[in-house]
């Protein structure tokens, strides 16, 4: 995994992270999918308001 923009604060770029890693393992590809693609891209914003723990 990683960022194609970092948050700029180490804590939450570490906390996606972890967030992204719990959630593991993710199913395969289908079939069709990964022949005609060897790199998948998926973007995804992320917003933290003071509610959210990080830790």
């Not at 992270?17 to 999918?33: D, K």
């Amino acid at each position: 995994m990683s960022f194609v923009v970092s948050s700029g604060v180490a804590a939450i770029d570490e906390a996606i992270t972890r967030i992204v890693h719990s959630q593991a393992p993710y199913p395969a590809f289908p079939p069709g999918l990964a022949r005609d693609f060897d790199v998948i891209e998926i973007r995804r914003s992320w917003h933290f308001d003071m509610a959210i723990r990080l830790y």
